[in-house]
Structures are given as C-alpha cells and as structure tokens.
C-alpha cells in the first residue's frame, strides 16, 4: 500500500512539474512577443487599460513607455466626451467603442471643469479666479495666474495643449451686449483684460453653453438663440459684430442647445431642437454673407458635441461618418444622431 501511495504521489508530482513547465512555455511564448506585434496591440488598447498593458510583463512594459512620456498616444486620438463629474469622480465616454472609463480625480472637490481639450483638462476653484491644467490620466497639474479678482468669466476655453508653445487660456463673458475677452499665453504672468463694444446696442447676446472657438484669428460663438457672434481682435472698428440669424418661425421656439464647431476649413453649428420629431439641424457658415446655411450629409465627417468641447472627426471607419455624438444614453449605450436617418440611435439600434 506504501509503495502504491508513493508511486501516486510521484505521478502527481510529476504531472505536476509538467503543468508548471507548460504554463512557464505560455507565459514565455507571451513574453516572447515581437515588438512590432506588441506596438499593434498597444495601438488598439483603450487608455484604461494602458496600465494592465505595461504590467502584463517586464517585455510588455519596455513596449509601452509611462503615459506622461507618451503625449501621441492614442487617447488623444481616440475622441472622448467629458461627462458631469461627481464625488471628486469623473467620467469620460468614448463613442468609438461605446465605453465610459471612470477615474478619480481629488482636486474635483467644489471644482467647475471648463473644457476637455487636447487630453487635458481646464478647470477652475470655486471662486473662479483660481484655473489650472490636469491631465486626468496622469494626474500631472499645471497652474495658471489667477483670474483678476474683479473679473468673472462665463466661458474659459484653451487653443492648444497647455505644454505647447502657442497655448492660449481666452475667457468670454458677455456684459450688456458688450463682450470682454481675457487672454493669457503660455509663459505670462497676468492676464490682459479688454472689452469690445458691439456697435449694434439694440441686441442682446446671451452665450449659448458651448465654448467659442477660434478660427484663422478670429473668435466665433454661439448665443442660446444661434445668434454668430465674432470678434476680430486685429480690427480697429467694429472688432466685436453680431450677425443675426434668421431661422424657421417655427423652429426658433423648439430650439434646445446649439454647439459651434470647426470642421476641415468650415465653420459648422448643430442645432437641437425638441419636439415631437427631436431634430438635430446642422449648418455650415457662409463666410461671404455670414449667415448659417443648411447641410443634409456631412460625408465622411464625425462631429463630437458637448459643454465642454466639440470637435469634427474625417472619419477613416466604415460606417462612422456623418454621425453626431453627444454624452447622452439611452441604458449603457451611447447615443448619436444619424443624418442620414434623421433619428437618434444607440449601437443597438433605436433610442
């Protein structure tokens, strides 16, 4: 009986050793990957699973430098949407692959975000005058003077990644129809403050929610009523116009929220109105007339809509384009705008 027992226990033992053998066979045949295979995979890795990628294995990390040496990575390629931020936790979704990632963020704590942007976050204290730059994935911060005490702005956007050269921090705020732009630049200590007075005094402009944008030098915004507002800076008179728009009777009632945004060379505007049939109108600026005209396909375009930031994508993914995206869910599923269909869907279909 002894001897059967020790005879069992060498075949377990063995078949043991084996298995370890063959796991160790698995786990260098993984570790053994070509680079050129590991860079592929690395291209397709969403950015929350960046970190489970470099501890896989000491071959895999060598692979996948640390994110904050690594400012081409995909995530910001991979186009996101910055959702509300709640309990020092926020959220972004990426349509691409109908995901949200979650990370927690300590300095959200009575924190207004003001654009997502370039990878990076633009966010400011409470107050409003304090402002600063986060990386949301690195966690690397960077300050910004303080806003004069006596100024408040409504909208704060950036042109570029704050490590760049040419970054620009521009706040807007509207005062009586007379807009009053602050601007600071990379490497300068305080803002310079000016206001621009609209020569058309009869109207009001109330800025929508979305942030201006700036366009070969000229800033472009949106009022709650798709009113174009465009201030050129360089102008000695009039630098500050408004442009009237001239929508549908109709349609001016149901108008919800309108986003502005730059598309290739054009300027584009997306309209959402209520309503029994929920439509969501696109325009692309006539420069000559400076007037919103209609556009039933954007082609291959992609547009990203939100608070935060808009951007238009030359979508290189069949079925992708001309498509709308906005941080909205219908259950877990994003949802998008089809012009083609002229409904909301999700990935499942109808929304």
């Not at 760049?164 to 803002?191: A, H, N, Q």
């Not at 954007?298 to 930031?309: A, D, M, P, Q, V």
Request: with cysteine; net charge negative.
């Amino acid at each position: 009986m002894m001897s059967e027992a020790i005879l069992v226990s060498t075949l377990s033992s063995s078949e043991s050793h084996q298995e370890l053998r063959d796991e160790k066979k698995e786990d260098d045949s993984w570790s053994s990957l070509p680079e050129e295979l590991l860079s592929l995979m690395l291209s397709r890795v969403y950015f929350s699973d960046y970190p489970r990628f470099r501890a896989t294995c000491v071959s895999w990390q060598r692979a996948s430098p640390p994110l904050e040496l690594t400012p081409h990575y995909p995530k910001y390629q991979s186009p996101c949407l910055l959702l509300h931020g709640l309990s020092r936790a926020i959220e972004f979704f990426n349509p691409m692959y109908n995901i949200t990632y979650k990370t927690d963020i300590s300095e959200l704590s009575h924190i207004t975000v003001y654009s997502f942007n370039h990878g990076w976050l633009l966010m400011g204290s409470g107050d409003g005058h304090h402002t600063f730059f986060l990386d949301p994935f690195t966690k690397v911060k960077i300050e910004i003077p303080n806003i004069p005490s006596n100024i408040t702005f409504s909208k704060i956007c950036f042109t570029s990644s704050p490590t760049s050269l040419d970054c620009m921090v521009i706040g807007f705020t509207i005062i009586l129809g007379d807009l009053r732009v602050g601007i600071i630049k990379r490497g300068e200590e305080k803002w310079t403050i000016e206001d621009f007075r609209s020569s058309q005094f009869w109207l009001r402009f109330h800025l929508s929610d979305c942030n201006p944008i700036l366009h070969n030098g000229w800033y472009y915004c949106l009022d709650t009523a798709g009113n174009l507002g465009v201030l050129k800076p360089e102008s000695v008179r009039d630098s500050w116009h408004i442009y009237p728009q001239r929508l549908p009777w109709k349609l001016r009632d149901t108008l919800r929220q309108c986003f502005i945004v730059e598309s290739n060379e054009d300027i584009l505007s997306v309209f959402v109105y209520c309503g029994g049939d929920r439509r969501v109108c696109v325009y692309k600026l006539d420069f000559s007339k400076m007037v919103w005209e209609r556009i039933e396909d954007l082609g291959n375009r992609t547009l990203y809509i939100s608070n935060t930031t808009s951007f238009s994508i030359n979508s290189t993914i069949r079925g992708m384009g001309n498509k709308i995206f906005f941080p909205k869910f219908n259950g877990k599923d994003g949802v998008f705008y089809s012009l083609a269909s002229k409904r909301y869907h999700t990935y499942d279909d109808d929304a």
